[in-house]
């Protein structure tokens, strides 16, 4: 196999993230390729193009989580055009990464009062239509826990300006 597609499997097969080729002892590999630094970026757009295409697709939580770890703090107004899907637990990640991401954004600067109050207003309303969907054997505590999140980050936006 060519060493430049080798190098571009192992960046998408592990979402270019060297720490989970680390995990699979395969981040030496990746290393030894020596791919320049614009080349990677390109390869992280066209990954994170990839990623936000299954937003509107099956368990969209991963999503959010890829843009977490790579803490690219660009795509707030699409995270919060989706609707969360999957299981009860992922729909639940899903919001609690959602949470987590309008923080690193009002940390990066990138947002102000007003898009993290509409943010945590999307949260809210995302996680009272979970509620209801509960099945008898889940505990409604993570919903709970997330609304009361999503009420606190509300009330903590006054204080911050515009980007």
Known sequence: MDPMA?????????????????????????RSYEIPEQLRKQWLEELTATKLDKLEAGDNWSVVYFLLHHRDTRHLERILRATPRGSYGQRCAFLEDVLEYVKMCAQAQVVGGTQIREAAQYVLNQARA????????????RVVHIIASATELRSLSEGFPKP
């Open 6 to 30: 080798r190098a571009r499997e192992l960046f998408f097969k592990y979402d270019g993230s060297r720490f989970y080729m680390s995990r699979d002892d395969v981040e030496w590999e990746f």
């Open 130 to 141: 979970i509620d209801p969907d509960v099945e008898q054997n889940v505990s409604p505590e």
